[in-house]
């Protein structure tokens, strides 16, 4: 048993030990971190600027009637929120600020709290996994359909669903990034270093 661990050991200790494997994903963790991040700044903004332009138009459209409003502009905006949401929570299991609660598992000796907090990570990531694939499978489904936007008639619907999958997937990959780091920190310092990360990352911004 203990030779089969060892073996199975193996290639984690060369890719934790690999300075090129580790480059790559460093290198994966910015690209996949500004995706996220660029993508709910920009779903907020166009959010918020969209509906800013169609409630004036609106407005104006009570004092001048053949303006009318832009017949679009909510479900885009609808959209656009969607996309910012969910990249942005992707983005929080980053950052570590999705709320959890440390109280309990502080009391326990290390090494239990190292167990639980990777159990943690683990349902985590079974759990976006499954959503990842559940919301997969939602926009094939609207794909098959032929189901368009109700306000863009030449928009396919799984087009703006599309951020479903796309943010499970950063989530679960962030989620077992979190296994892989709590693996090779040592007992005494996980939910120390859990809870350093929450303060620093909820101040200093990157």
Same mark, same amino acid.
């Given at each position: 048993? $203990?030779?089969?661990?060892?073996?199975?050991? *193996?290639?984690?200790?060369?890719?934790?030990?690999?300075?090129?494997?580790?480059?790559?994903?460093?290198?994966?963790? *910015?690209?996949?971190?500004?995706?996220?991040?660029?993508?709910?700044?920009?779903?907020?903004?166009?959010?918020?600027?969209?509906?800013?332009?169609? #409630?004036?138009?609106?407005?104006?459209?009570?004092?001048?009637?053949?303006?009318?409003?832009?017949?679009?502009?909510?479900?885009?905006?609808? %959209?656009?929120?969607?996309?910012?949401?969910?990249?942005?929570?992707?983005?929080?299991?980053?950052?570590?600020?999705?709320?959890?609660?440390?109280?309990?598992?502080? *009391?326990? +000796? +290390?090494?239990?709290?190292?167990?639980?907090?990777?159990?943690?990570?683990?349902?985590?990531? #079974?759990?976006?996994?499954?959503?990842?694939?559940?919301?997969?499978?939602?926009? %094939?489904?609207?794909?098959?359909?032929?189901?368009?936007?109700?306000?863009?008639?030449?928009? +396919?619907?799984?087009?703006?669903?599309?951020?479903?999958?796309?943010?499970?997937?950063?989530?679960? %990959? $962030?989620?077992?990034?979190?296994?892989?780091?709590?693996?090779?920190?040592?007992?005494?310092?996980? #939910?120390?270093?859990?809870?350093?990360?929450?303060?620093?990352?909820?101040? #200093? *911004?990157?």
């Amino acid at each position: 048993m $203990r030779g089969l661990l060892l073996m199975i050991q *193996k290639p984690f200790l060369w890719a934790h030990k690999d300075p090129s494997v580790n480059k790559m994903f460093a290198i994966l963790d *910015k690209i996949i971190a500004g995706i996220n991040k660029n993508v709910a700044v920009v779903g907020m903004a166009l959010g918020i600027l969209i509906t800013a332009i169609n #409630v004036s138009m609106r407005y104006i459209a009570g004092f001048y009637p053949e303006i009318g409003s832009l017949t679009w502009a909510e479900e885009v905006a609808r %959209y656009c929120f969607l996309w910012s949401a969910f990249f942005g929570a992707a983005y929080g299991f980053r950052k570590g600020v999705h709320i959890s609660v440390t109280m309990l598992v502080e *009391k326990f +000796p +290390p090494a239990l709290a190292k167990t639980c907090v990777i159990l943690t990570h683990i349902l985590n990531s #079974v759990f976006l996994g499954f959503m990842f694939y559940a919301s997969l499978m939602v926009c %094939y489904l609207n794909y098959e359909m032929g189901y368009m936007s109700e306000a863009l008639h030449e928009v +396919p619907l799984w087009v703006f669903l599309m951020c479903l999958p796309i943010a499970f997937l950063g989530a679960t %990959y $962030r989620s077992v990034e979190k296994i892989y780091e709590v693996s090779w920190t040592d007992a005494d310092k996980v #939910v120390k270093n859990a809870e350093e990360e929450m303060i620093h990352d909820s101040v #200093v *911004k990157d």
